[in-house]
């Protein structure tokens, strides 16, 4: 086996990296309701534990290095490209910053990222007009915010996967969904008649391509 110096113990990358990624995100959703910060603290949990395991500690890699030097004799362990677990994993060979689910990733988080722009600039103006949110992304989901956020989690899990970070990923879908059926609740309240149309022709997080067709996913 050979050892090239160690992808790890880079403290500095790790609050460099977090505090770039959550001051990116926090300039676009600017959370200001208990709900938009528990949103927010969430992601912000799921950053930190990534980015942590990249470039401090490799727990998943600990955890697993049994079961990885059995596997995988040659492996070098403490490299960061090991960390790359699906590159790992599928044997593929080569930098794995080059494969395919790495490029993968960036689209995801490109368009998560966008996704989340583009939603915060429509709810901001609606909340000014004390309006309901229908345009732009909102007029294809009901949620854009949440599924921004989901989408540039599962980024971040097609290009460095982490034992903890698979474990946070359901637990946060689950968390976003009941905070969409809450704000709904409040948005059924506030705006009545005008909510149940704009639900009964929009999809909650998927979007569907039926124009003026009563949906509910």
């Known amino acids: 086996m050979t050892h090239d110096a160690s992808g790890y113990g880079l403290w500095t990358l790790v609050v460099l990296n977090s505090a770039l990624f959550l001051m990116f995100a926090f300039s676009f959703f600017k959370p200001q309701t208990g709900r938009d910060w528990r949103t927010f603290g969430a992601f912000a949990a799921f950053i930190v534990a990534l980015f942590v395991e990249m470039y401090g500690f490799p727990l998943s890699i600990y ?110 879908l689950v968390m976003y969904g009941r905070l969409a059926i809450t704000e709904e609740a409040e948005m059924r309240k506030r705006f009545g008649a005008d909510f149940e149309a704009y639900a009964a022709r929009t999809p909650r997080f998927l979007p569907s391509f039926k124009r003026d067709a009563p949906v509910s996913t």
Do not use: C
């Open 63 to 172: 955890l697993m290095s049994g079961w990885l030097q059995t596997k995988y004799p040659n492996l070098d362990l403490l490299s960061h490209n090991t960390g790359h677990l699906w590159s790992t994993l599928l044997g593929e060979k080569g930098d794995p910053h080059f494969g395919a689910l790495h490029i993968a990733s960036y689209v995801f988080l490109g368009f998560g990222f966008y996704l989340l722009s583009n939603a915060w600039n429509v709810l901001y103006h609606a909340q000014r007009r004390n309006e309901l949110a229908k345009t732009g992304p909102y007029a294809r989901i009901r949620h854009p915010q949440y599924v921004a956020f989901v989408l540039i989690l599962l980024g971040f899990l097609l290009q460095w996967p982490t034992l903890l970070t698979l474990v946070m990923f359901p637990i946060l």
